[in-house]
């Protein structure tokens, strides 16, 4: 991958962790609904390797 492969990939890997952190607060602890851990680990487990995969990608030097 080039620099400029590796910057975008980083943020859209950043993106997903985002995505990943919201949809957990949305989709399980909604006032009515019981909390749902399997789904809280799984997005917390996507979460924390996408964002391990960015930080590499952003680390590494061209």
């Known amino acids: 991958m080039n620099k400029k492969q590796r910057e975008n990939t980083s943020k859209l ?6 995505f990943a952190l919201v949809g ?6 909604v006032p009515g609904k019981e909390a749902s851990w399997i789904s ?3 997005g917390l487990i996507i979460a924390a390797v996408a964002y391990t995969l960015a930080y590499h990608l952003d680390s590494k030097e061209s």
């Open 13 to 18: 890997l950043y993106d997903l962790v985002r």
């Open 40 to 42: 809280i680990m799984a």
């Open 24 to 29: 957990i607060i949305f989709v399980n602890f």
